[in-house]
């Protein structure tokens, strides 16, 4: 099932890196699949204000941001919302939050959650080398991605693919058009109304 997967049983805590703008099915579902196949013992969305390779996207605020995540997986055990970048200097690089992380959680193993189209990409990103040596990576499948293993600290996984990305959902937002199977149910209406606005 698991293309790769290590054999260390320590507790991870897998960590989704991401915009959030919104949370929508597919990344709670990815979630659910590290969760329920024991690769992470906990799943902490990192909610990032500004994301250095998309500088001039738009942006919920931040806090909106949070409080829809905080919605979205708030019943959901082993799940939390994780602000940590919201203090930090801006453009959010990883491997700096990694480093603020690791100092605040001594002890604890931490493996970074991204999509597959990251992957040609992440030789790119501020210190990877550092990433790789410290952090497992946990290759979650999008569309048109190519399945090989790109460093040894990369697992790929046969998590549920979601067909529609956040662009997509505010489209729908914008044109009034039903997103409820889409996004949690628990988050739809702050969605709504904060979208909306």
């Known amino acids: 099932m698991v293309q790769g997967q290590k054999e260390n049983r320590e507790p ?15 990344h709670v579902g990815i979630a659910r699949y590290l969760l329920e196949k024991k690769l992470c013992e906990e799943v902490w969305f990192v909610i990032s204000p500004c994301n250095p390779f998309k500088v001039d996207r738009f942006l919920l605020p931040e806090t909106d941001r949070l409080a829809i995540v905080s919605a979205a997986i708030g019943g959901i055990p082993g799940m939390k919302a994780c602000d940590v970048e919201f203090s930090m200097s801006k453009p959010s690089y990883t491997v700096d939050t990694l480093r603020v992380l690791f100092d605040r959680y001594p002890g604890r193993r931490f493996a970074l959650i991204i999509g597959g189209d990251n992957v040609p990409d992440f030789p790119k990103w501020k210190d990877y080398h550092w990433i790789e040596a410290h952090c497992s990576i946990f290759v979650y499948p999008r569309p048109g991605m190519v399945n090989s293993e790109e460093s040894p600290s990369m697992t790929f996984i046969d998590a549920p693919l979601f067909p529609l990305s956040a662009t997509e959902i505010r489209e729908m937002i914008r044109k009034g058009d039903d997103i409820s199977n889409l996004v949690p149910s628990e988050a739809l209406s702050l969605i709504w109304k904060l979208y909306s606005e």
């Open 12 to 26: 991870v805590v897998g960590l989704f890196f991401g915009s959030f703008n919104p949370i929508h099915n597919g």
